[in-house]
């Protein structure tokens, strides 16, 4: 496997390049995971995956349905495939392991 090992100042160099907020370095098989850095406003829609969020730095509110928590550096929030979610009011440092993984829908119950 390629890119079984990339240290974080790697993987923060690409993001903010040509806007970019996000970047997925590291894949296999079925999972991705990679760094989320939103700015300004969050515009995420619901994926198609399960996915994990390990906040690594800042702040910030996360909506996941009609759920509203705050989170912050060593946090993991889980969202179900399909769920709504997004942060908001994040600070300005604010960033997070993002990981999917498994089929489309989601892992079953």
């Known amino acids: 496997m390629e890119n079984w090992l990339i240290s974080i100042a790697d993987i923060r160099a690409r993001i903010g390049k040509n806007g970019a907020r996000f970047t997925f370095p590291v894949r296999h098989g ?23 969020y390990i906040i690594t730095q800042g702040t910030s509110d996360f909506i996941n349905g009609s759920e509203r928590k705050p989170v912050k550096p060593g946090d993991i929030l889980f969202v179900a495939a399909g769920a709504p979610h997004r942060f908001e009011d994040f600070s300005d440092d604010f960033e997070t392991w993002v990981i999917f993984w498994g089929p489309e829908g989601g892992e079953a119950q």
């Open 30 to 52: 079925s999972m991705r995971a990679g760094l989320f850095a939103p700015r300004g406003v969050d515009v995420q829609q619901p994926h198609t995956q399960d996915e994990l």
